[in-house]
């Protein structure tokens, strides 16, 4: 497992990162298969890395998962410092509405979705990507639960809200029922142009022609109804993880593709919670050993594994993170407590 490392993208990523991009589902991954895209993802992620002043909240950050054991790249993750820097980030809010008769006796409460941007400004989680060969092991723990350390270690670059968006349900030609229902009627383009035309959620042509006034969800085709706040089973795996780390997914779906948008404050999540501060020890103390996730804070030497380690890791516990005796990192572990 401690040959998993989890580091900031490096210019030299480049190649790996489009074989990445061009692997991930259509109109899914917030990663772009486009080669001159993506070197400008590199370049801003190191920008934001290495910059010394106070954050602006413009910056993106980008981490890739390497298999250092086999040599190459295998997944990426990403954070977004503040959704809609630029310009306001939307999504539809659920609500619930009630509409009632006295003289009819009639009672009826109405899902209905409101147009908002409630959630400009919170730090988003974004470009979630893992080689399918790894979905079944921890890689996926690793790739999604260690960026939010980095978020608590850094947390003057960062919101107290974190938001992250998944992929909506889509059929075998890359439609999606709820963008036809809703989408498409206004801005008379199929799902995958949209998403490649726009290219986000946080664009002003979103507010100017959507209609601001609600989506009554009983008027829409059945296909669209079901499709609300449903999942495309590639988010199953980081979905799973973000409900485990405590993130809200009843309150806002993406506007586009319907699926779900989960948000909570960052102090709430679980490896937050539990984090602790370690000191790598240079020899191994008695005690019951357990997975953890092992992280080096520092923010241009940010590192993360996943380790059988007791409550004081050696130098051999952090693996491909080559962490040093006397070094203090931040540990969580992944079990239950209590679980040997």
Not at 31 to 37: F, G, H, R, S, V
Not at 237 to 253: M, N, R
Request: hydrophobic content about 45%.
């Amino acid at each position: 497992m401690n040959h998993l490392l989890l580091r900031p993208v490096a210019a030299a990523d480049l190649a790996d990162l489009h074989r990445m991009a061009a692997a991930s589902a259509d109109a899914i991954s917030s990663l772009p298969n486009d080669e001159a895209k993506l070197r400008r993802r590199i370049a801003a992620s190191l920008q934001a890395f290495a910059s010394p002043d106070d954050a602006s909240g413009e910056e993106t950050y980008l981490f890739v998962l390497e298999d250092t054991s086999a040599g190459r790249l295998v997944g990426c993750s990403g954070i977004a410092a503040s959704a809609g820097f630029f310009d306001r980030f939307y999504s539809y809010r659920n609500e619930f509405v009630v509409h009632a008769s006295a003289a009819l006796g009639v009672s009826q409460r109405m899902h209905t979705l409101h147009l908002c941007h409630d959630l400009t400004g919170a730090t988003l989680l974004t470009s979630f990507y893992l080689d399918p060969a790894y979905e079944h092991g921890p890689a996926a723990q690793l790739l999604s639960r260690a960026r939010l350390l980095f978020i608590q270690a850094h947390a003057e670059r960062f919101s107290e809200r974190i938001a992250a968006e998944s992929p909506g349900v889509t059929d075998a030609a890359g439609q999606s029922p709820f963008w036809d229902a809703v989408g498409r009627r206004f801005f008379g383009m199929d799902y995958p142009e949209a998403e490649a035309v726009i290219g986000g959620r946080s664009r002003a042509c979103i507010a100017e022609l959507m209609p601001p006034s609600p989506v009554y969800v009983a008027l829409l085709p059945e296909a669209a109804q079901w499709a609300i706040g449903q999942l495309h089973p590639v988010g199953e795996i980081p979905f799973g993880i973000l409900q485990d780390e405590g993130f809200d997914a009843d309150s806002y779906v993406d506007i586009f593709d319907g699926g779900p948008t989960v948000e909570a404050p960052l102090a709430s999540l679980r490896s937050v919670r539990l984090a602790r501060e370690v000191t790598v020890q240079a020899e191994a103390a008695d005690g019951p050993r357990r997975l953890q996730l092992l992280v080096r804070p520092a923010r241009e030497r940010f590192a993360a594994v996943l380790a059988r380690a007791g409550d004081q890791p050696t130098p051999e516990d952090t693996g491909a993170m080559a962490a040093s005796a006397g070094e203090r990192l931040l540990a969580v572990p992944l079990q239950p407590e209590g679980q040997a």
